[in-house]
């Protein structure tokens, strides 16, 4: 037998060899084409990059010996490039050099994308051979440190044009033989399929989400058009001709067809709202939206949001993109009401967004450029709150470029026969009533009332005496009582609590007289008979620490 082996130029032992060889091509090429076919399946159902990630990482580990893969896009400049695909898992990016991001652009000259598209196949590069090169591309010393030693480089397609380039990092060389490079050629071409129909799809998501987008901006600009229109009257409330408030429609008039900061102060209830309305209505802005945004009347989670803006996904909530109140406003006005209520978190990221003029929404990949003409108002002492530690000096001196301080209306009783005159005839028409005036003796209780709501409240006082009074002329009110008020004929300032400070020292009482304790039984939450989370978030909102309480 062995002679006979032997006779055909063959010894047993090379035939034995080679029957081996072809059984193991046999089962290469068997566990090939599964893998081509596995992959090929997997692909035709991916629709996001994430799920390509996992596909490449789990499917191609079984057949070649490689730790890093990253796919990168020609951009449409056709000279720069951009990472499209790699691994963004934070212990993969602790090393030093510039590790991949999909913002960042790399230049199509840097002799590696130049070979591969210049080649049909894929090519090994040495990476300590490559950053001996005189101008090696900026991003290899990351791969090099995180130990990298050969790179494998295709090119991928779309239309039969190529798109980027896929590369596989090994830590050892001579990683992937010569022989598999066909397979490299078609995994590419798969790969290739797969990156084109994310990208369709990448671009089909986004059309959606610019169509929500403009709706959304149409629907809230509709909202926000009716509101000026329903309110446009309010310009007109703006009476009186006392000298107090003359020099506030001085200011107004000054500041108005300028694009600097107005700071209004004001005690709840004197009409902050009608100046920052006055001020839009007499700038080039006019023709523009003013949108407001009452910071108080936000919950601290949602105010980065209402702000700002969102991303589709970026918290739990989030089911569409969202425009933000700064991009309501372009080119127009944006009133933030009650300034004094944000959160030192917020009030650092508003601080930027008025710097630097641009904004991010929250979970987005870049800044929003805005040209936004700034009104904030406050109740409260902000200099007051700048030296306790509550609100940015920063912001403060950003904000307080042009204040305009509103008289409360004890200050300015001579225009209390105008204002009750104005809303007599406005809130008679609204409630169908023939209310045309009212006696003298009313109108001398009114002027001798301190008004702590000031022109709210006695706009809600001649409403309420309009829907009481039985003739065309009321000659009664019923004005509350103001405990410890100071004698009605000095100068002395009366010092009113706001509702801010009432609830805040409430609460504060509540805790001290439960030395303490918030939820359980005999807490503070259950004395006042709301949850122990509600609790927790007003603490946090009026900023009461543990040595306020003990």
Avoid at 34 to 52: E, G, M, Q, W
Avoid at 162 to 170: D, T, W
């Amino acid at each position: 037998m062995e002679e006979a082996y032997q006779a055909g130029g063959l010894s047993a032992q090379d035939q034995n060899r080679m029957l081996l060889e072809i059984n193991e091509r046999i089962i290469r090429k068997e566990q090939e084409s599964a893998v081509l076919l596995s992959l090929s399946n997997a692909i035709a159902t991916i629709r996001n990059k994430y799920d390509l990630f996992e596909v490449i990482d789990q499917k191609l580990k079984t057949l070649f010996d490689f730790d890093e893969f990253v796919i990168c896009l020609i951009n449409e400049d056709k000279k720069t490039h951009s990472p499209f695909l790699y691994n963004q898992r934070e212990d993969f990016r602790n090393a030093a050099g510039i590790p991949p991001a999909s913002t960042k652009r790399y230049s199509l000259d840097d002799g590696l994308c130049e070979a591969m598209l210049a080649s049909a196949h894929p090519i090994v590069f040495e990476v300590e051979e490559v950053m001996q090169w005189p101008d090696p591309p900026i991003w290899l010393g990351f791969w090099q440190n995180k130990g990298i030693r050969e790179m494998i480089g295709m090119k991928i397609f779309d239309r039969d044009e190529c798109s980027g380039f896929f590369y596989l990092y090994a830590k050892k060389s001579n990683a992937v033989s010569n022989q598999y490079y066909s397979l490299l050629h078609s995994i590419s071409l798969q790969i290739s399929v797969a990156v084109s129909n994310i990208r369709a799809n990448e671009k089909i998501e986004e059309q959606l989400q610019q169509i929500n987008t403009y709706k959304q901006q149409l629907e809230d600009e509709k909202s926000y058009l009716q509101e000026q229109i329903n309110t446009r009257y309010h310009h007109s409330e703006m009476v009186g001709q006392s000298s107090a408030i003359r020099q506030v429609f001085d200011l107004i008039e000054q500041v108005a067809a300028s694009d600097s900061t107005v700071l209004i102060l004001g005690e709840t209830g004197t009409g902050k709202e009608l100046v920052a309305r006055s001020i839009h209505n007499l700038s080039p802005r006019k023709d523009k939206l003013m949108i407001k945004v009452n910071c108080a009347a936000l919950p601290a989670n949602l105010v980065e949001s209402e702000l700002f803006g969102h991303e589709k996904g970026s918290f739990t909530g989030a089911s569409e993109r969202r425009i933000g109140k700064f991009e309501l406003a372009h080119n127009g006005t944006l009133f933030l009401d009650e300034i004094g209520e944000l959160s030192p978190d917020i009030q650092v990221k508003l601080l930027r967004a008025l710097q630097e003029k641009e904004i991010e929404r929250i979970g987005g990949k870049g800044v929003i450029k805005t040209n936004v003409r700034i009104i904030a108002a406050t109740n409260r002492n902000l200099m007051k709150e700048v030296e306790e530690g509550n609100f940015r000096s920063d912001l403060y001196y950003r904000l307080n470029v042009f204040p305009i301080t509103i008289p409360p209306l004890r200050n300015r009783k001579e225009d209390i026969q105008a204002l009750s005159a104005h809303f007599i005839q406005h809130l008679a028409k609204k409630t169908g009533r023939q209310v045309k005036g009212m006696t003298k003796g009313v109108l001398k209780t009114l002027q001798e009332y301190p008004w702590p709501g000031n022109i709210r409240e006695l706009e809600h006082l001649i409403e309420r005496s309009i829907l009481l009074s039985r003739g065309n002329i009321i000659n009664e009110v019923h004005l509350p009582k103001v405990e410890h008020m100071e004698d009605l004929t000095s100068n002395k300032e009366i010092r009113i609590k706001t509702i801010f400070e009432n609830e805040r020292d409430h609460i504060l009482n509540i805790l001290k007289l439960c030395k303490g304790k918030i939820s359980g039984n005999g807490g503070a939450a259950e004395l006042l008979s709301i949850p122990a989370t509600t609790l927790n978030s007003k603490i946090k909102k009026f900023n009461i620490k543990k040595e306020h309480v003990i």
